[in-house]
C-alpha cells in the first residue's frame, strides 16, 4: 500500500507570518522513522500545494489493520507520519523547529481497510494553523481527511 499525503495552504517562508519572523526559509518534509535528519522530499513553506508518497506495507490482526514502513513512527495501535517543519541554511542544512503528527490510527477503519484493499490512503491537509503559522502537534480528522483510493 502507498499512503499520498496531499498539502494545501501552507504558511509562507517565515514563521511567525508578519512582524519579527524567528524562523525564516520554513520548509516541510515527511521525516524517516529513527531518522530525524533523514527527510522526504522537503517543500518549501511558501509553495501551493505538496504531496509525498510513502510506500507501506499492511499486516491485518484480530485488533485491525497495522501499517509498517521506513516512514511510519510509534507502535501498532498508535501509528502515525511526522510532518517536520524546519528552516533551511544557505548550506542546504535542514534545522527542525516543530512537528505535525498525521495520527494513522485515527483513520476510520473502512477507509483504512479499502485502502489496504485497492493500495492507497490519501490524507488531505492544510498546513496552516489558527494563528496563521506551520500546523503543529497531533493532528487527526477533521483537520486531515482520509480516503481510500486507486492509483498513485
Given at each position: 500500500m502507498?499512503?499520498r499525503?496531499?498539502?494545501?495552504?501552507?504558511p509562507?517562508?517565515?514563521?511567525?507570518?508578519?512582524?519579527?519572523?524567528v524562523?525564516?526559509?520554513?520548509?516541510?518534509?515527511?521525516?524517516?522513522?529513527?531518522?530525524p535528519?533523514?527527510?522526504?522530499?522537503?517543500q518549501?513553506?511558501?509553495a501551493?500545494?505538496?504531496?509525498?508518497?510513502?510506500?507501506?506495507?499492511?499486516v491485518?490482526?484480530?485488533?485491525?489493520?497495522?501499517v509498517?514502513?521506513?516512514?511510519v513512527?510509534?507502535?501498532?495501535?498508535?501509528?502515525?507520519?511526522?510532518?517536520?517543519?524546519?528552516?533551511v541554511?544557505?548550506?542546504?542544512?535542514?534545522t527542525?523547529?516543530?512537528?505535525?503528527?498525521?495520527?494513522l490510527?485515527?483513520?476510520?477503519e473502512?477507509?483504512?481497510?479499502?485502502?489496504?484493499?485497492?493500495?492507497?490512503?490519501?490524507?488531505?491537509?492544510?498546513l496552516?494553523d489558527a494563528?496563521?503559522?506551520?500546523?503543529?502537534?497531533?493532528?487527526?480528522?477533521?483537520?486531515?481527511?482520509?480516503?481510500?483510493?486507486?492509483?498513485?
Amino acid at each position: 500500500m502507498r499512503i499520498r499525503i496531499d498539502a494545501v495552504d501552507l504558511p509562507g517562508l517565515t514563521c511567525p507570518p508578519g512582524g519579527e519572523a524567528v524562523y525564516r526559509n520554513v520548509h516541510v518534509a515527511v521525516q524517516r522513522r529513527n531518522r530525524p535528519a533523514e527527510l522526504l522530499d522537503p517543500q518549501r513553506g511558501d509553495a501551493t500545494d505538496a504531496t509525498w508518497i510513502l510506500e507501506c506495507t499492511t499486516v491485518a490482526s484480530a485488533a485491525g489493520i497495522d501499517v509498517k514502513g521506513p516512514y511510519v513512527q510509534g507502535r501498532p495501535g498508535e501509528r502515525f507520519v511526522y510532518l517536520s517543519w524546519g528552516t533551511v541554511d544557505d548550506a542546504g542544512t535542514f534545522t527542525m523547529f516543530r512537528r505535525a503528527k498525521l495520527m494513522l490510527g485515527a483513520v476510520p477503519e473502512p477507509v483504512l481497510s479499502a485502502a489496504a484493499g485497492c493500495g492507497l490512503l490519501v490524507g488531505r491537509i492544510g498546513l496552516t494553523d489558527a494563528c496563521g503559522e506551520p500546523l503543529c502537534a497531533r493532528v487527526v480528522p477533521p483537520r486531515i481527511m482520509w480516503s481510500a483510493e486507486s492509483g498513485v
